[in-house]
Each structure stands twice: as structure tokens, then as C-alpha cells.
């Protein structure tokens, strides 16, 4: 390299552009503040989807594990379907609770850095 300096290059000059408030948006109603509202709930309806669906999918199978030979299995004298009734299932909804409200919290803070809150 010889003695040149160097030069920056910029993609666009933002000279007098717009800057976007996205709060008084959200306040006020607008296209934009209805666009950022409308992919909050979008991003909450998609988490309760997803963990309704793993909910569904891990209670689903009780049935069949029931059907199979573990399901005649006892422990303790107490066989093995009431067990998994009565000691996984409350934990597991509590859990998918848990996760839900730590995600939507998360969901909710992105929303409001974006919002400037």
C-alpha cells in the first residue's frame, strides 16, 4: 500500500429521512404501530401453537405407552399408567407453562425495545 488514504463508502446518505417513532406509531394507531402490534400477537399465537402441539404430542403417547407391556408393570404396587398419571403429567404442564410465560415475557421485551419502551 502506498500513501493513500482510505475511503469510506457509505450506501445511502440519510440526509432528512424520516425517523420512525415507533411508539407514538403504536399510540397512535397507525399502519405501522398496527403492523408492530399484529406481529407481536402473531409471534405469542405461534408460541402458544408450538407448545400446545408438544403438549398434545407428549400427552398423546400416555396411551400408548398404557397399551404396551409397561402398562401392566407395577412399582411399588402402584402400576406404572397411574404413576406417569399422577407424577409426570402435573410437572410437565407446569413446565410447558413455565416456558411459555419466560418466552412470552422474552417476546414482549423484544417488543418493547423495538418500541423504544
Request: charged share 20%.
Amino acid at each position: 500500500m502506498s500513501g493513500r488514504q482510505r475511503e469510506r463508502v457509505v450506501l445511502a446518505e440519510r440526509r432528512g429521512a424520516r425517523v420512525v417513532r415507533t411508539r407514538v406509531e403504536v399510540e397512535e394507531q397507525t399502519e405501522v404501530g398496527a403492523a408492530l402490534i399484529g406481529g407481536l400477537i402473531r409471534a405469542q399465537f405461534g408460541l402458544a401453537v408450538r407448545l400446545a402441539l408438544v403438549t398434545v404430542a407428549a400427552l398423546g403417547a400416555l396411551p400408548l405407552v398404557f397399551s404396551s407391556p409397561v402398562g401392566t408393570a407395577a412399582v411399588f404396587g402402584v402400576r406404572v399408567p397411574w404413576l406417569l398419571l399422577g407424577l409426570l403429567v402435573y410437572p410437565l404442564l407446569y413446565g410447558v407453562g413455565r416456558v411459555y410465560v419466560r418466552l412470552s415475557e422474552r417476546n414482549e421485551l423484544d417488543f418493547g425495545e423495538l418500541t423504544g419502551d
